[in-house]
């Protein structure tokens, strides 16, 4: 049995396992299975530690640091922007970091900024931006927005969004075919006098997550654009605020906190 040592975080209640890989540790032990396997077990609520997502830090040729992220199905994905506050957070602790930087990523660089446990980040502008298109699901007519911020999400303003059946509405559309063939994150969201409300089913957690930092940045630019919402840009989540600033290129503030230290074998 060999061990893999763990820090489990959380920014918003969207948790994460970060792994130190800069010595490559991990690739070299978990040989009889792909790293991507490997987070899918880890990241296992039932049988691993559990997660909505698992992060390697590893050697970077250009900055202190790369962030690796895998969905909790396994699946690498690009970006994870609460992820990227997390690990941002972790670097600190181990002093690979100061309180200000910036890091790799499979998206690009991720400007940072750490104080007193919150971190902000900084991301470029989103790109494939298209505003007011409607797709049917179940017999019923959506109106819908979308964009790629790292990752695609389609951003759909509702009512009452506490009364939408997130999981099976988000899955639906995640796997509609206007977003074929890789489908996309879905954020429902309302617009309130003083910010947004926002649910999201994250695509490769195939779930509601209390929070979605990417969905965040996503509803709050375009709320700016359909609703005249002013930057900055609370948007309150199940599992927290998050603070967007949209500027010429976009921000993304919010706690990031520990849980624990953990150890996980394997054979």
């Known amino acids: 049995m060999k061990p ?4 489990k975080m959380e920014g918003t209640g969207n948790n994460f396992l970060i792994i130190d890989n800069r010595n490559g540790y991990l690739t070299v032990n978990v040989l009889d299975q792909t790293i991507s396997d490997f987070a ?9 530690a559990g997660s909505d997502g698992v992060i390697l830090l590893e050697q970077s040729a250009e900055y202190p640091f790369e962030m690796r992220y895998f969905n909790r199905d396994g699946s690498e ?18 002093g690979l970091v100061k309180d200000k930087g910036k890091f790799a990523s499979a998206s690009g660089p991720i400007g940072f ?16 931006v298209r505003l007011n298109f409607s797709f049917t699901v179940n017999r019923k007519k959506y109106n819908a927005n979308f964009l790629r911020i ?21 899955q639906a559309i995640r796997n509609h075919k206007t977003f074929k063939p890789e489908g996309t994150n879905v954020d429902f969201v309302k617009v ?9 089913y994250e695509r490769g957690v195939e779930d509601e997550t209390l929070s979605c ?12 654009k359909l609703f005249m919402a002013q930057s900055p840009v609370t ?26 230290d953990g150890v996980y074998y394997v054979e």
């Open 213 to 224: 930092g990417s969905g965040a940045l996503a509803s709050a630019y375009i709320a700016t």
């Open 235 to 260: 948007c309150k989540t199940r599992g927290g605020d998050l603070v967007v600033t949209i500027k010429d290129k976009l921000y993304l503030e919010g706690p990031a906190s520990y849980i624990y």
């Open 150 to 170: 790292g990752v695609p999400h389609c951003i759909i303003f509702v009512d009452d969004y506490r009364k939408v059946d997130v999981k099976a509405l988000g």
């Open 192 to 200: 309130e006098k003083d910010g947004i409300q926002a649910r999201t």
């Open 77 to 94: 994905a690009v970006a994870c922007l609460n992820g990227a506050r997390c690990v941002a957070s972790y670097a600190y602790r181990l």
């Open 4 to 7: 893999i040592f763990f820090t």
């Open 40 to 48: 899918k077990n880890i990241a296992n609520f039932q049988l691993g």
């Open 113 to 128: 900024y750490y104080k007193n446990g919150d971190v902000s980040i900084e991301v470029a502008p989103p790109v494939d």
